[in-house]
């Protein structure tokens, strides 16, 4: 029993300390704050934390100053891309505040723009070091954005840490990969459907249809993109 005691008090001390891995997304900016509260209290617990971010602008979001940073700027030549997410200035922006607007296509545009960061970072020669170097390293555990972050789940192949998918939307990439998908047989109305939580048959059915709709563009359009930007690093893995 003695020995037993010994073994899990042993266990614990070794466990009092972590070295993780958080991998944002930096599409839009909100990823970057509500994951810094992460950072900061595990850095408030004595764990070693390590951020990569890649980008094509780093946010204000200041991080705790026990944070290791590393963030990687990646080249935007892409002239609608800048408008949308870097400098922010494309008709969009200004719509989103009508009650009438409604982004039907912001989770397709931010995907397929996710997935042009990634390729943007994996295909300039010191984004590629630096991720290397990253995937090089060996963590207690992970923790990866899942959403609008290619190149993080990227990571998670690559790597043989232990992860965990910090989900915005609480449900996984390949069906939530725009978070107002709903898991079926949920009634929740799917974003771009103007429906509320009362729906009727009819309405149903509609939603039922905006659902599989969704699915479809992603596995369809996103998910056949983003297996193009990973081949070639997968293969030099291999």
Same mark, same amino acid.
């Given at each position: 029993?003695? *020995?037993?005691?010994?073994? $899990? ?9 972590? /070295? ?15 994951? #810094?509260? +992460?950072? !900061? ?7 070693? *934390? ?7 602008? #780093?946010? %204000? *979001? ?6 290791? !940073? ?10 609608? +891309? ?11 922006? @200004?719509?989103?505040?009508?009650? %009438?607007? !409604? ?13 042009? $960061?990634? %390729? ?8 590629? #070091?630096?991720? @290397? ?6 963590? %207690?555990?992970?923790?990866?954005? @899942?959403?609008? /972050?290619?190149?993080? +789940?990227?990571?998670?192949? $690559? ?34 459907? #103007?429906? /509320? @939580?009362?729906?009727?048959? +009819? ?24 297996? /193009? ?10």
């Amino acid at each position: 029993m003695l *020995v037993q005691t010994f073994l $899990l008090l042993s266990t614990a001390c070794c466990a009092l300390a972590a /070295n993780v891995l958080i991998i944002p997304s930096s599409i839009y900016p909100v990823h970057r704050y509500t994951m #810094k509260h +992460l950072a !900061e209290e595990l850095v408030n617990r004595k764990h070693s *934390v390590t951020w990569f971010e890649y980008g094509w602008k #780093k946010s %204000d *979001v200041a991080l705790s100053k026990g944070v290791e !940073e590393v963030f990687v700027r990646v080249p935007l030549k892409d002239p609608v +891309l800048r408008d949308v997410y870097v400098v922010r200035n494309h008709s969009v922006h @200004d719509r989103i505040w009508s009650t %009438d607007f !409604e982004d039907e296509s912001e989770r397709t545009s931010a995907w397929l723009a996710s997935v042009a $960061l990634c %390729d943007g970072l994996l295909q300039n020669v010191e984004g590629r #070091k630096q991720f @290397d170097a990253v995937v090089a390293r060996k963590f %207690d555990t992970i923790v990866v954005d @899942d959403l609008y /972050n290619p190149c993080g +789940l990227l990571h998670t192949g $690559l790597q043989k840490s232990v992860f965990i998918y910090w989900s915005m939307t609480a449900l996984r990439t390949e069906s939530a990969w725009a978070h107002h998908s709903p898991s079926p047989p949920s009634y929740l109305p799917v974003h771009g459907t #103007k429906l /509320n @939580d009362k729906l009727s048959f +009819l309405q149903r059915i509609q939603n039922l249809g905006a659902y599989l709709r969704a699915i479809y563009v992603h596995q369809s359009i996103v998910l056949p993109r983003i297996d /193009n930007v990973f081949k070639s690093v997968v293969l030099d893995f291999l």
